[in-house]
């Protein structure tokens, strides 16, 4: 598989326990890959239990795990070397949009994947709120409502770097030029609603209420009314890129920077510590999640291939 031609990077992932009463315990898992890990998704699974997830890398790439991040299983696939976001609606039905203006889908847990669509489109997220129902975004938002079959363009808004579903046919997304933008109608229409006043990395909505967005010099912005009203808070030493970040509840709030700063909120965003910090280059996040058993996976890369 073709690697990175300047650098070969190498992934960690990042697995924390804050169930724990004392400081919180990161555990490195390395994924058997030495590629740039871009994003990452879990499901609750049939049992309920947070066992099943996947990440994948841009060159191409996917990992599996089935025992909640303990172990992971890299899948072959040769469909696409270039995977930007992943989005699974269930333990069967998953869907990938890639650099090179493909959407893939798997029905059978992301052990095969098929074209769906390949066009002119640069993808870099996707978002699924069932296995019908989807929003693909880069340099153009396109939606479905048939499990992928068939794929219309979105109009107004921007183009979106980051998207998120937050309940019903509501999404939203933000762009390089700060821009968070929403679309009420499973991604017919969009709308910008707010400005983070520098380049936005990342949104993340816990519902139709709570949600967030982040980006350049470790800004952030939550909301708790459905972006009504907004707290906005710079992080760390304010060098960071916040790249990603996930809720656990309404309270219970994590984000990561580009140099490794992990941080938690426990008052639902008004206030902000840093959970950990690696050393630079040991860690760059960019995709995090947080499961229903409140347990939270950083992925990305480091640049000294120290898995």
């Known amino acids: ?42 499901v609750p699974g049939t049992n309920l239990l ?4 996947w990440a994948i890398s841009y060159e191409g790439d996917i990992m599996k795990t089935s025992d909640g991040g ?3 299983t890299e899948i072959t696939q040769t469909l696409s070397t270039a995977l930007a976001g992943i989005s699974f609606a269930d333990e ?14 798997s029905v059978d847990g992301g052990l095969t994947w098929s074209t769906i ?18 929003v693909a975004s880069g340099t153009q938002k396109l939606y479905t409502s048939d499990g992928g079959t068939t794929w219309t363009t979105g109009t107004g808004g921007s183009s979106y770097w980051d998207i998120d579903h937050a309940a019903g046919d509501t999404y939203y997304g933000v762009n390089l ?13 969009w709308s910008n609603e707010a400005s ?26 939550v909301t708790h009314d459905g972006g009504s009203t907004w707290t906005e808070n710079t992080l ?20 990561a920077g580009s140099s490794g700063d992990i941080f938690k909120s426990d008052d639902g965003g008004l206030t902000w510590i840093t959970d950990t910090s690696f050393a630079s280059g040991v860690f760059q996040p960019r995709g995090l999640v947080v499961t229903g058993m409140n347990v939270v996976f950083a992925a990305g890369n480091n640049t000294s291939n120290q898995g």
């Open 1 to 42: 598989m073709k690697k990175i031609t300047i650098k070969i990077w190498s992934i960690i992932l990042i697995l924390l326990i804050s169930m724990q009463v004392s400081m919180a315990q990161w555990e490195e898992v390395y994924t058997g890959s030495d590629m740039f890990i871009r994003d990452i998704c879990f």
């Open 50 to 53: 947070w066992e099943t997830g």
């Open 70 to 72: 303990d172990s992971w």
């Open 92 to 105: 069967s039905t998953g869907f990938i949009a890639t650099l090179d203006n493909k959407i893939l889908k």
């Open 117 to 134: 669509y390949n066009g002119s489109v640069n993808f870099d997220k996707i978002a699924m709120k069932d296995a019908l129902n989807g």
């Open 177 to 189: 030029g700060g821009d968070l933008g929403v679309s009420t109608n499973a991604g017919a229409t």
């Open 196 to 221: 983070l006043g520098v380049f936005a990395f990342m949104v993340d909505f816990l519902d139709a209420d709570h949600g967030m967005f982040g980006g350049d010099l470790s800004t952030i912005r």
């Open 236 to 255: 760390g030493n304010g060098q960071d890129a916040i790249n990603c970040g996930g809720f656990f509840d309404m309270d219970t709030i994590y984000s």
